[in-house]
Nanobody
């Protein structure tokens, strides 16, 4: 059975950093383009970043470009999101998604002083 488990969310002050992880199992992770989305309180789902299964460069939403870095370790079936210079508006539940719209339970990121 396919499973995605996000982790790494926490409460952090503005300007701080976090690294999120998404551990995948039961699916051909190394063949998948993987994506991060987020959902802030009272708002819809927002695309954050995509990393292909090949050597194509990652893509980022304008709101996170230059601050977030997506990466993957196919040997560990894990997707990462390094988040730097965090802002209060980055507060959200973060999800990793497969191309066929599977996702995990999400991980909460709260940026607050």
């Amino acid at each position: 059975e396919a499973q995605l488990v996000e982790s790494g969310g926490d409460l952090v002050q503005p300007g701080g950093s976090l690294t999120l992880s998404c551990a995948a199992s039961g699916l051909p992770f190394s063949n998948y383009a993987m994506r991060w989305f987020r959902q802030a309180p009272g708002k819809g789902l927002e695309w954050v970043s995509t990393l292909s299964s090949r050597d194509s460069p990652p893509s980022y939403a304008d709101s996170v470009k230059g601050r977030f870095t997506i990466s993957r370790d196919n040997a560990k079936n894990t997707l990462y999101l390094q988040m730097d210079s965090l802002k209060t508006e980055d507060t959200a539940v973060y999800y990793c998604y497969t191309p066929d719209q599977r996702r995990g339970q999400g991980t909460q990121v709260t940026v607050s002083s």
